[in-house]
């Protein structure tokens, strides 16, 4: 007798406004039994819930929510070699753009359950996940600063007006200090550590850093005055390597060391503020279902 395979869905009921549509297109999937279904919460945003999922034997596990709620999900997954497929239900989804992911419901349901199987790493930031990038600095007070219900109006546009209020941010005094390279120290306005390197837009960002080459990606941010913010976003957008405004560097594991504490921020999620931030790469930690090429 053949063994059916079940999945089970991870749901953000805050993120996805259409539970009851993507539990009926889950529900048809062919040749799976009824999925389980479990909801994160405010105590709960997500990695208890995969762990659930997980002990209750399942050969796939869908995640339906932000990069915050997929994340969190992710850190609990890694290492257990179960499929996760991914419903992206933000305002950024930065993962699943920079998986090539579909950003409906619907397509992504069909890769989540007929997709390949791509392992890809995670950064931890201390001990805790993230799947797209942590940073300090002006990232941090960017997301800090922008309003809830601007975001839930305007989408990622939103994040500008954030960006707006913190170009004129003072500079701080950052030391990294590689596992496997050279110290480098400079004054930044925000340092940035990527697991992927792409922003909503196609932004590269990173351009070099790729999910699965088990390496992270720092982008250390030196403009000064406004005509430094018009350099720096020149570089990127030609995909430069180095110039005076930012420094680039590729790490499997860094020590991230200010000279006061600042803000600080996990995939989206703007978390204590610190003056130092130890992290590294668990490589192809976890699995995620991807479109076939």
Known sequence: M???K???????PAKCTDIDAIKTAAAIASGWAAPLYF???VEDPGAGAARDALAAGVDLVVICGGDGTVTECLGALAGSGVPVGIVPCGTGNLLARNLGLPLDAAGALDVAFTGRDRPI???????EPFAVMAGIGFDAAM????????????????YVVGALRHLRDPRFRVELLPADGPTVSRRSVG???GNVGRLQGNLPLMPDAE?????LDVLVMAPRGWMGWVRLAVAVLTRRREGPTFERLRVREVEIVADRPVACERDGEVVASRSTMHVRVAALAVTVRCPHV
């Open 39 to 41: 909801e994160t919460t």
């Open 2 to 4: 053949i063994a059916v």
């Open 6 to 12: 079940r999945a089970a869905f991870v749901v953000n």
């Open 121 to 127: 790493d995670l950064g931890m930031l201390d001990a």
């Open 143 to 158: 997301l800090a600063d922008t309003d809830e219900l601007l975001k839930s109006r305007l989408g990622w546009p939103a």
């Open 191 to 193: 340092v940035l550590v």
């Open 211 to 215: 999910p699965d080459d088990g390496v």
